[in-house]
């Protein structure tokens, strides 16, 4: 049977569709049709949407409140090693297998002098950090950084302060990191004890340059040229850096996606991705307090990695480029609780309690919608951070005996443990439920469709092993789907756990840390058509053998 046939006969199934669709805009362009009955899809390894490029699946790590400083830096407590690292921590992350982690922020980057942060700690200033109001005593900086996300198997992605600081500044840091030596500062780097460059290959053009809220915001123009020149200059160190523009921070910045486009416009020939941030939260102006709406908010996501790149597009044909930038969506996660007043200000402190989110079951069922969102558009967006990655908006919480998972450490882990290879193209048919725009903040203000089945199939051909990735957004009840395995055909199933129970608002806690965990669940039998009854509220991994 030839491809398009079995597509033909997959789209004449799908019964329904048609005038679903008429008023929907969302479902096709994320490869879903409406239809009755229980979801539908068919996999065939030949419609490929994307080769995963792991960096997809990075954190991100920030001088931020206790994320540093006692999250991965704590000396004296007995849980540290000799360079004062928590080795809880280390033991965590290197599991987890995170491909990539973003330093040093964030915000903090916009007024940080990396000079301060290397050398003799004895040396080291304390300065009061601006983007936080919290002491910063230096003493862990870049050079801990490296040494730090080599114990952990992990990959460094820096930032450069585009704030206060100037192009001078931030080409001295690459060649501090990457130099050999015999200039200034590569010379400096091995006076401090690191003979060998830290080869750091990816590298953000500041942070948020877009927000009133950052030090020495700018406008989309003068920031595009001061990327640039900096590129530029860099570029003669080492042209095969991969450099990230600022693109907007929201989608609800009143400059969205004209700001991505001027930049853009100044820098496209000097870059290689453009940056989105994104913060989901179940609030009244967001979602109106509704889950449903809540657990669709992964499309919004999707959207705006698809409108960003259009933008892409849209320069590339201006300059008549052959180059298509690709996407880091390197701040992305829920985020609505500890948002204001003590949560976000450090009042002078040292490593304050900030951005400490607990996160919820509801949360983690969302985060893993962002999941196979990022997976969905692996062929556009390269890199990506789950902001972040310990006490601070976290899916992993330190105190000073101990660890705590967080609900969203789970779909974050499944995705680090199993999605490998390729991700494939599906055409998906599920019963869908409608969103309304209501009265809800613009960038969320919808009349749609939304599916109730969200899924994503990865296939490794080297291992010989499929991941299935299911979210069902029903509240009320078990969907099944039906999967149709024309090539490959699943012949084991090695795992399948689901993250689902009671209580949307269950929490874990150092005294109750198991309250949200994953639990097995019955899968079918490996074979050319497999269903699977997700339970309602649920998301659920699946690991085949093939
Ligand atoms: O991740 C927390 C903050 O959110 C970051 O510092 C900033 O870039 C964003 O606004």
């Known amino acids: 049977m030839t491809q398009n046939s079995t597509r033909r006969r997959f789209l004449a199934r799908l019964g329904t569709a048609g005038a679903t669709l008429a008023t929907a805009s969302w479902l096709p362009g994320f490869g879903y049709a409406q239809t009755s009955g229980p979801a539908r899809t068919i996999v065939d390894r030949r419609h490929v949407r994307a080769d995963l490029d792991r960096r997809l699946l990075g954190a991100f790590l920030e001088h931020l409140g206790r994320a540093i400083y006692t999250g991965v830096y704590d000396p004296g407590n007995p849980l540290s090693n000799d360079q004062g690292f928590r080795t809880d921590v280390i033991a965590e992350i290197s599991n987890m297998n995170v491909p990539i982690i973003r330093y040093p922020g964030g915000n903090f980057v916009s007024g940080y002098n990396w000079l301060d942060g290397v050398g003799p700690k004895d040396q080291r200033p304390t300065v009061l950090e601006r983007a936080w109001n919290s002491i910063e005593t230096n003493q862990f900086g870049t050079n801990e950084f490296i040494d730090w996300c080599r114990l952990v198997g992990t990959e460094p992605l820096l ?103 001027e930049v853009l416009e100044e820098c496209y020939d000097q870059v290689d991705g453009i940056s989105l941030h994104n913060y989901f939260g179940n609030t009244e102006p967001l979602t109106g307090n509704d889950t449903s709406r809540y657990l669709a908010m992964n499309l919004d996501m999707e959207r705006q990695m698809q409108e960003i790149g259009a ?43 900030l951005l400490e989110e607990p996160y919820n079951l509801e949360d983690a069922l969302l985060v893993g919608g962002f999941v196979n969102a990022l997976l969905r558009q692996a062929d556009r967006t390269k890199v990506a951070c789950l902001a972040q990655i310990v006490n601070v908006i976290a899916p992993l919480t330190t105190s000073p005996t101990g660890l705590l998972r967080q609900t969203i450490y789970y779909p974050y882990l499944w995705s680090l443990k199993y999605a490998r290879g390729r991700v494939l193209d599906l055409q998906v048919a599920s019963e869908s439920y409608e969103i309304r725009a209501g009265n809800l ?90 269903t699977f009854k997700l339970p309602k509220a649920s998301y659920t991994v699946a690991h085949l053998a093939i």
């Not at 015999?182 to 091995?190: C, P």
């Not at 608002?505 to 050319?528: Q, S, Y």
């Open 311 to 353: 933008v892409c597009d849209y320069v590339q044909g201006l300059r008549k480029s052959p180059k298509r930038l690709w996407l880091s969506f390197d701040e992305w996660n829920v985020w609505y609780r500890a948002r204001t007043g003590d949560a976000v200000n450090g009042r002078r402190q040292f490593a304050p309690s």
């Open 159 to 261: 930032g450069f302060n585009m704030g206060t600081g100037t192009p001078e500044q931030a080409v001295a840091y690459v060649e501090y990191c990457n130099f050999p030596s015999g200039t200034k500062w590569s010379d400096l780097r091995r006076a401090h004890g690191y003979d060998d460059p830290h080869n750091v290959r990816y590298w953000c053009l500041g942070n948020e340059m877009d927000g009133p809220w950052q030090m020495g915001t700018m406008p989309a123009r003068e920031y595009g040229r001061k990327a640039r020149d900096i590129a530029r200059q860099i570029r003669v160190i080492d042209p095969s850096l991969q450099l990230i523009a600022c693109g907007s921070s929201s989608p609800n910045m009143p400059t969205y996606l004209e700001w991505d486009r």
């Open 441 to 530: 903040q613009a960038d969320f203000a919808r009349n749609d469709l939304v599916p109730f089945i969200d899924i994503v199939v990865t296939h490794d051909s080297e291992r010989n092993e499929a991941a299935v990735f299911m979210l069902n957004r029903d509240l009320d009840s078990d969907r099944e789907i039906v999967i149709d395995w024309q090539d490959p055909v699943p012949s084991r199933v090695l795992n399948c756990e689901t993250l689902t129970g009671p209580d949307l608002k269950a929490i874990n806690t150092f005294d109750a840390p198991d309250r949200v965990a994953p639990e097995p669940l019955d899968a079918p039998r490996p074979g050319r058509s497999m």
